[in-house]
Nanobody, 124 residues
Framework: QVHLVESGGGLVQAGGSLRLSCAAS????????MGWFRQTPGKEREFVAG????????YYADSVKGRFTISRDNAKNMVYLQMNSLKREDTAIYHC?????????????????WGQGTQVTVSS
């Protein structure tokens, strides 16, 4: 099993920045495309950002384009989400997820492994 652990969440003022990290176990991290999703109580799970296995392609939800940046360091088995210009509506639990063989996808059911999540709260 691939184990994913998120960190870096917290409380931030609107307009501020936060950097989330996702640490992956295993020896095949470089073969997985990675994604970030967020979940708010009472709402559907929402795709935020995705990155290809090599890191050469990224894709973002319209709501975060220009503000968030996904990146990865395969040598360290890490994926990151840099969040700038945060808004109150960005408040959610953020999960990283891994999927193999399909490249970037926005569809949650196509991801094979999920982290436990980290809370991001934006005040305004």
């Amino acid at each position: 099993q691939v184990h994913l652990v998120e960190s870096g969440g917290g409380l931030v003022q609107a307009g501020g920045s936060l950097r989330l990290s996702c640490a992956a176990s295993g020896r095949t991290f470089s073969s997985y495309a990675m994604g970030w999703f967020r979940q708010t109580p009472g709402k559907e799970r929402e795709f935020v950002a995705g990155i290809s296995s090599s890191g050469d392609s990224t894709y973002y939800a319209d709501s975060v384009k220009g503000r968030f940046t996904i990146s990865r360091d395969n040598a360290k088995n890490m994926v990151y989400l840099q969040m700038n210009s945060l808004k109150r509506e960005d408040t959610a639990i953020y999960h990283c997820a891994a999927q193999g063989g399909r490249g970037i996808t926005t569809l949650a059911f196509r991801y094979d492994y999920w982290g436990q999540g980290t809370q991001v709260t934006v005040s305004s």
